[in-house]
């Protein structure tokens, strides 16, 4: 199974706002086994959106899209993904009363008509309630492609995710990624970070080539961090896997190690 993330919003591309939930998705896909091999970042363009899909869709089973699914004009993403599969929009009635109850809890007793258009879905589409805010999860499914529509603000996005990972995602996978990080110290009159990554690398020679688990360096300001990931059909699976290897970069790193620590 293999994914990519689409995040929609000018504000993103402005540099307005960090893009964390790419982030966060990314992290998440991860621990579910589901290979993630794009991400993108596109404005509040019904063009560029539907071509961006279309590419998306052309060489990924799934697709995960945030953003674009609020009350204004510009928030085109389910019409774009409806006319990909050839649906339409039509008023959900369940949506509408959620809507209408969330705002009512703010004092607003008068539905807009920018606000009715939350309670639009596409023909077809598993709706996922919001429990935060007003603009429902979307996953929507044709043959062996699925589309995950998900709100722009993390705090509506991280719940929602959450849910369609119960209700379908977690099903896409049979396995699961462990990884372990392992933490290297410099020598006291020389830090690590300046000596960088390459000596590191030189000592772990042939370890770096391995496939399950696979092992690669990492430079960061405090240090090198050695990255140890394996694929299991469960995280004690995964860890099994990994045993010998974290053991060998054990051996050779030695008093280097700082600490080893599981990846949450």
């Known amino acids: 199974m293999s994914a990519e993330i689409i995040c929609v919003g000018t504000e993103l591309l402005l540099g307005d706002i960090v893009n964390t939930n790419a982030q966060y ?66 008023y959900h009635e369940e949506t509408a009363k959620h809507v209408k109850a969330k705002l009512e809890s703010y004092g607003i007793f008068q539905m807009t008509d920018s606000q009715r258009k939350q309670a639009m879905v596409p023909e077809g589409a598993l709706v996922i309630p919001n429990p935060v805010g007003l603009a429902p999860g979307l996953i929507m499914v044709r043959e062996d492609k699925a589309v995950v529509m998900l709100p722009g603000p993390p705090k509506e996005m991280k719940p929602l995710f959450e849910e369609c990972c119960r209700l379908f995602i977690r099903k896409l996978s049979d396995h699961v990624f462990v990884s372990i990080n392992i933490k290297i110290k410099g020598p006291d009159e020389m830090p690590i970070s300046v000596i960088g990554e390459s000596p590191i690398a030189d000592e772990l020679g042939d370890i770096l080539d391995s496939v399950n688990p696979t092992v690669a360096t990492y430079a960061k300001e405090d240090g090198v961090l050695i990255r140890v990931t394996a694929s299991g059909k469960t995280r004690d699976e995964a860890l099994l896997i990994m045993k010998p290897t974290v053991t060998k970069i054990a051996e050779i790193l030695g008093q280097k190690i700082a600490w080893v620590r599981e990846e949450v």
Do not use: C, Q, W
């Open 25 to 90: 998705i990314s992290k998440e896909m991860a621990k579910l086994g589901i290979d993630l091999y794009y991400h993108t970042v596109v404005g509040d363009n019904p063009e560029r959106l539907a071509g961006v899909m279309e590419t998306a869709l052309a060489r990924s089973s799934l697709i995960i899209i945030t953003g674009g699914l609020g009350p204004t004009k510009d928030d085109l993403t389910k019409e774009v993904v409806a006319s990909y599969f050839g649906k339409k929009l039509y």
